[in-house]
C-alpha cells in the first residue's frame, strides 16, 4: 500500500489535508481518501491518475481543490507512466515542445494557480498535442 498527504484548498481559502492510501493489483488501483472536509471517498481504476481525477471531480462539488501536480493544468502522464508506473507521475508540458525528462509525482506538492479542473486539464493536453502541429 502506498500513502500520500496532499493539501484541499477551500472555497473559504484556508488549506486542509487528505490523507490518501493506494493499493495496486495487477487489474486496478484501490484509491481511498480521507479528510475532515469530506466523507471518506474511493473509487477503483486502472491507475492513480485516473483514480486521482475521479477524486478530484468529487472535490469540485464540494469546492476544494487539491493542491498537487496531478491537479495542474499542464499535468499529464504519459501512456508508458500509466501503464508501467500505474499512473503515478505525470509530466509537466509546455506549449510546443516535448515534456520534461523527468515526470513527476502526482501527490507532490503544486501551487493553487496550477490547479485546473478535470475538463481543463484534458483540454489543456489535447491543445499540447496540437501544438506539434
Given at each position: 500500500?502506498?500513502?500520500?498527504?496532499?493539501g484541499?484548498?477551500?472555497?473559504?481559502?484556508?488549506?486542509?489535508?487528505?490523507?490518501?492510501q493506494?493499493l495496486?493489483s495487477?487489474?486496478e488501483?484501490?484509491?481511498?481518501?480521507?479528510s475532515?472536509r469530506?466523507?471518506?471517498?474511493?473509487?477503483?481504476q486502472?491507475?492513480?491518475?485516473?483514480?486521482?481525477?475521479?477524486?478530484?471531480?468529487?472535490?469540485?462539488?464540494?469546492?476544494?481543490?487539491?493542491?498537487c501536480?496531478?491537479?495542474?493544468?499542464?499535468?499529464?502522464?504519459?501512456?508508458m507512466?500509466?501503464?508501467?508506473?500505474?499512473?503515478?507521475a505525470?509530466?509537466?508540458?509546455?506549449?510546443?515542445?516535448?515534456?520534461?525528462?523527468r515526470?513527476?509525482s502526482?501527490?507532490?506538492?503544486?501551487?493553487?494557480?496550477?490547479i485546473?479542473?478535470?475538463?481543463?486539464q484534458?483540454?489543456?493536453h489535447?491543445?499540447?498535442?496540437?501544438s506539434?502541429?
Amino acid at each position: 500500500m502506498r500513502e500520500f498527504e496532499i493539501g484541499l484548498l477551500g472555497s473559504d481559502g484556508l488549506t486542509h489535508f487528505s490523507q490518501i492510501q493506494c493499493l495496486v493489483s495487477h487489474e486496478e488501483v484501490r484509491f481511498d481518501a480521507r479528510s475532515e472536509r469530506h466523507d471518506p471517498f474511493s473509487t477503483k481504476q486502472a491507475d492513480a491518475f485516473e483514480c486521482l481525477g475521479r477524486y478530484r471531480e468529487y472535490l469540485e462539488k464540494l469546492g476544494l481543490k487539491p493542491l498537487c501536480v496531478g491537479a495542474r493544468i499542464d499535468a499529464f502522464p504519459s501512456g508508458m507512466c500509466r501503464d508501467m508506473g500505474r499512473g503515478f507521475a505525470a509530466y509537466i508540458t509546455e506549449m510546443g515542445t516535448a515534456a520534461a525528462t523527468r515526470p513527476e509525482s502526482i501527490f507532490d506538492p503544486a501551487d493553487a494557480a496550477t490547479i485546473a479542473t478535470v475538463g481543463e486539464q484534458k483540454q489543456r493536453h489535447e491543445d499540447w498535442l496540437e501544438s506539434f502541429g
